[in-house]
């Protein structure tokens, strides 16, 4: 018994020995991606709805009636609200519960990037791997999209298990055991896309298949996958078994699917190419080279053997970004994510295989060719973006102590890169830099993160109304009425679990506004009654008329007043 339990203990710690780097990796994602998720308030009106409707279900509003209080929502992601619910009540009412979910798809996004091209029989520590896994980490959408409470993540996770098990499947030797669980994995993640965001995570992955089998004449990833019918019968039980559960419990459901949902990010035709610019950040031009190498040049190449994965994950960014940009939901474009750094760390790991000692020193590298585009790409995009971003998004103004030293880090980045892929006169010591400029240049793309999640924070803190939801917590009781004056801030339902007035609100889009008033003298008559109101409005507005009696100050937060007609 004793040599059983030390033979236990020995294979724990040669485990945790020859695992130590991916662990470490592992361990610091984990603290990157939930950092202070739970320490700054919603942002509206994305969050605000996508934390409100949980909270809803939770308080007893039913688990298929989206409802923001009284106020009816339709949205498709019933599989991310019904998380949402359970961590709510798991682990209790805050910004933590309803982001956790969101932070853990972050990290389930990095793995999707790894499997898909992790070669077979090698172990995760392999360079491709941890390149990889820096990549997806630490490109700034994909730690965008997980730091927000909203189906997006989720969405763009369940897409990277697809993506990475379609590439598997079509381009890796596999036993037909291992050909079947990947088969299974590809159908049971568009079908858990479809659960948590909607028709789109069932559509897009196979449609997306389907066109590149045709222009490419390479079908055998979707013979394979439609072929077993065990996987394709779980597609169709479980996507007819979903919709004929939302038809009995609520038929309105199905309408809901195909409503405008609130969206955080509007496209705007001046903002897309810098958004989509910012969202690659620290890896366009990476990414830039990576794609040039794996587009054919001909139309015979379509349909040779060169049109393989590389070629099928850059189409695979273009098909959902493109749909991302027609839908007109800019988050969306979150499911690139794994296709990029899967791209990016394959290609990455290529170049660094290919440089030799006794490669002439005249020759151009394709590492050095991305390492100029990345400083010619980030150099002015840092430089004049940050202030273009400020004067775009006022809200980030209060986040220049997070997003200037965010802007610092990359600009070390490039630094470090261009400094260990300049030319030397002896290739032995060229060759030796590669692998310092894969390292550390990971390390320093993780180091960006700290200051990136601070960027939440400090916007947050100024746009947010927690402190004024929070003392309306504490001070609402039975017969009191909560007024929105010119906005529309779904957040606040989920601080106070109190039903509010809106006079003179903006519509969102999905959400049915519930009780409402237009014009001031039925504002006054609500503030003439003898139970006490509250009133929320921006500091910059004035009211039509003044009030009839007096009024007291109770809260100010992110541009926003709290005002009462009664001092207690």
Not at 349 to 375: F, K, Y
Not at 422 to 445: D, F
Request: net charge positive; aromatic share 12%; hydrophobic share 50%.
């Amino acid at each position: 018994m004793q040599k059983e339990g030390l033979d236990k203990e020995y294979s724990s710690m040669n485990f945790l020995v020859h695992n130590r780097k991916p662990l470490l990796f592992l361990a610091l994602l984990f603290y990157l991606y939930f950092r202070g998720i739970g320490d700054h308030g919603l942002l509206d009106p994305i969050e605000g709805v996508n934390a409100s409707v949980p909270l809803t279900m939770l308080a007893g509003g039913g688990g298929f009636v989206p409802r923001v209080g009284n106020a009816l929502c339709a949205g498709k992601a019933m599989g991310t609200w019904w998380l949402s619910a359970v961590s709510l009540g798991l682990l209790g009412w805050g910004e933590f519960s309803v982001r956790f979910w969101p932070a853990l798809a972050g990290l389930g996004m990095t793995l999707a990037a790894v499997l898909a091209v992790k070669p077979a029989g090698t172990s995760f520590r392999t360079r491709r791997c941890w390149l990889t896994a820096s990549v997806s980490a630490g490109t700034t959408l994909g730690f965008a999209v997980s730091q927000i409470a909203s189906s997006h993540a989720l969405y763009a996770c369940c897409m990277g298990f697809v993506m990475a098990a379609f590439v598997r499947i079509g381009n890796q030797p596999l036993s037909q055991r291992e050909e079947r669980g990947w088969i299974l994995l590809a159908h049971a993640a568009s079908l858990a896309a479809f659960i948590v965001h909607g028709p789109e995570g069932i559509l897009l992955p196979w449609l997306a298949l389907l066109f590149f089998s045709v222009m490419t004449g390479h079908s055998g990833t979707l013979t394979a996958c439609m072929s077993w019918w065990p996987a394709t019968v779980l597609s169709l039980a479980g996507t007819a078994g979903y919709l004929l559960l939302l038809w009995l419990q609520n038929p309105l459901l199905l309408r809901f699917m195909f409503y405008e949902s609130p969206k955080f990010l509007a496209p705007d035709g001046k903002l897309v190419l810098a958004f989509l610019l910012m969202g690659t950040i620290p890896w366009p031009g990476f990414l830039i080279r990576a794609v040039w190498e794996a587009i054919p040049r001909d139309r015979d190449s379509f349909r040779s053997d060169w049109a393989g994965p590389d070629f099928f994950i850059v189409f695979w960014m273009f098909f959902f970004g493109l749909f991302a940009l027609l839908m007109g939901d800019l988050l969306a474009l979150g499911a690139c994510v794994p296709a990029l750094a899967a791209l990016v760390g394959a290609a990455f790991d290529r170049w660094l295989e290919a440089e030799a000692p006794g490669d002439s020193p005249a020759d151009v590298s394709p590492l050095q060719i991305a390492v100029a585009l990345n400083i010619l790409i980030l150099t002015p995009l840092i430089l004049a973006g940050i202030p273009l971003a400020v004067k775009g998004f006022p809200l980030l103004k209060g986040a220049l102590l997070s997003l200037v030293p965010w802007g610092l880090f990359v600009m070390i980045f490039l630094f470090a890169s261009w400094h260990y892929a300049r030319r030397t006169r002896e290739p032995e010591a060229w060759y030796r830099k590669m692998p310092k400029l894969a390292r550390n240049g990971s390390v320093l793309v993780l180091l960006c993160l700290m200051p990136l999640a601070g960027v939440f924070d400090l916007a947050a803190v100024q746009g947010g109304i927690r402190p004024v939801g929070l003392t309306l917590r504490g001070a609402v009781s039975r017969g009191d009425t909560i007024i929105q004056y010119g906005v529309h801030r779904p957040s606040l339902f989920f601080y106070t679990l109190h039903d509010y007035v809106l006079l003179h609100s903006p519509q969102l889009p999905g959400v049915v506004s519930g009780e409402g008033i237009r014009d001031d003298t039925a504002l006054h008559n609500l503030w003439r009654k003898k139970d006490r109101a509250f009133l929320l409005i921006r500091q910059d507005q004035r009211l039509a008329s003044p009030l009839p009696d007096d009024v007291h100050s109770v809260a100010e937060a992110g541009g926003m007043l709290l005002l009462s007609n009664r001092s207690n």
